[in-house]
C-alpha cells in the first residue's frame, strides 16, 4: 500500500474532523491527490493541504509544498 495512502487511512477517521479539522484536510486531501474515493484534483487538494499547514499541521505543509514544487 503506498504510502500517502496509509496515511489516508490513518486519518481519515471520523473523529478527525471534528477534533482536529487539520488531520481531516489532510486526509481529504491526499485522497484528492490520489483520486481515491473522489475524482483526482490537485488544485483542490492544494487548498486542503494549505488550510492543514495554516492551523500547524507539518504534514499538510509538506504535502502543500511537494504540490507547490509539482507547479499545482
Not at 477534533?19 to 490520489?34: E, H, R, S
Amino acid at each position: 500500500m503506498p504510502s500517502k495512502l496509509i496515511k489516508v487511512v490513518t486519518l481519515a477517521k471520523p473523529q478527525n474532523f471534528t477534533k482536529k479539522p487539520a488531520k481531516g484536510c489532510v486526509a481529504v486531501g491526499l485522497m484528492y491527490d490520489n483520486g481515491k474515493g473522489v475524482k483526482q484534483n490537485r488544485s483542490r487538494a492544494k487548498e486542503l493541504f494549505g488550510k492543514a499547514c495554516d492551523m500547524k499541521l507539518q504534514a499538510g505543509c509538506d504535502e502543500y509544498k511537494l504540490l507547490n514544487v509539482q507547479g499545482y
